[in-house]
T-cell receptor
Framework: KAGVTQTPRYLIKTRGQQVTLSCSPI?????VSWYQQTPGQGLQFLFE???????NKGNFPGRFSGRQFSNSRSEMNVSTLELGDSALYLC?????????????FGPGTRLTVL | DQQVKQNSPSLSVQEGRISILNCDYT??????FLWYKKYPAEGPTFLIS?????DKNEDGRFTVFLNKSAKHLSLHIVPSQPGDSAVYFC???????????????FGQGTILTVHP
């Protein structure tokens, strides 16, 4: 089975721009979660999607949004980029997203905001 | 508030010896715990998990112990190998629907170095 894939792997943007990141989950997995990893804050939960619906959201501003398509692929969008948005963005998939499922991570997208 | 803590930023071990990585949590509602390994420029790789109804789970060289009364879990790697050198994260989840869906709460990680 193919693992979780994320595109692009690296992005460089300037302040004020917007960015869209893509994630393809493991086949058969319907839940996709997104995380932000920074040196200071560690791995922080952004949001989770299941069957095209956002079921849970972490403590991030509204500039961070996402969506999920009928094939379970997911995108996240960050608008009006700030320097502090520079981070590794990880997506993870699981079968159902409930608390007893392991999550499997993609390689991440490294976003640099200049 | 940091609900999952890994108090040791780093650990150095000789090849063939045991590595013990520790993790503490404060939220007694957590009922599922996981360990991940992460190499630079890669996503975390799932290692092993344990449900709160158990106190031990083994998978090959990896064993996770859970002490619910102390809100403490540990990962034992025996024997340690140089390829185990990576950052190890413990994570916790709870199965309560709503604001727990798809959410893992991570510790800050411990850098394990295994010397040949």
């Amino acid at each position: 089975k193919a693992g979780v894939t994320q595109t692009p792997r690296y992005l460089i943007k300037t302040r004020g721009q917007q960015v869209t990141l893509s994630c393809s989950p493991i086949s058969g997995h319907r839940s996709v979660s997104w995380y932000q990893q920074t040196p200071g804050q560690g791995l922080q939960f952004l949001f989770e999607y299941f069957s095209e619906t956002q079921r849970n959201k972490g403590n991030f501003p509204g500039r961070f949004s996402g969506r999920q398509f009928s094939n379970s692929r997911s995108e996240m969008n960050v608008s009006t980029l700030e320097l502090g948005d520079s981070a590794l963005y990880l997506c993870a998939s699981s079968q159902s997203g409930d608390g007893y499922n392991e999550q499997f991570f993609g390689p991440g997208t490294r976003l640099t905001v200049l | 508030d940091q609900q999952v803590k890994q108090n040791s930023p780093s650990l150095s071990v000789q090849e063939g010896r045991i590595s013990i990585l520790n993790c503490d949590y404060t939220n007694s509602m957590f009922d599922y715990f996981l360990w991940y390994k992460k190499y630079p420029a890669e996503g975390p790789t799932f290692l092993i998990s344990i449900s709160s109804i158990k106190d031990k789970n083994e998978d090959g060289r990896f064993t996770v112990f859970l002490n619910k009364s102390a809100k403490h879990l540990s990962l034992h790697i025996v024997p340690s190998q140089p390829g185990d050198s990576a950052v190890y994260f413990c994570a916790a989840s709870l199965n309560a629907g709503g604001t727990s869906y798809g959410k893992l709460t991570f510790g800050q990680g411990t850098i394990l170095t295994v010397h040949p």
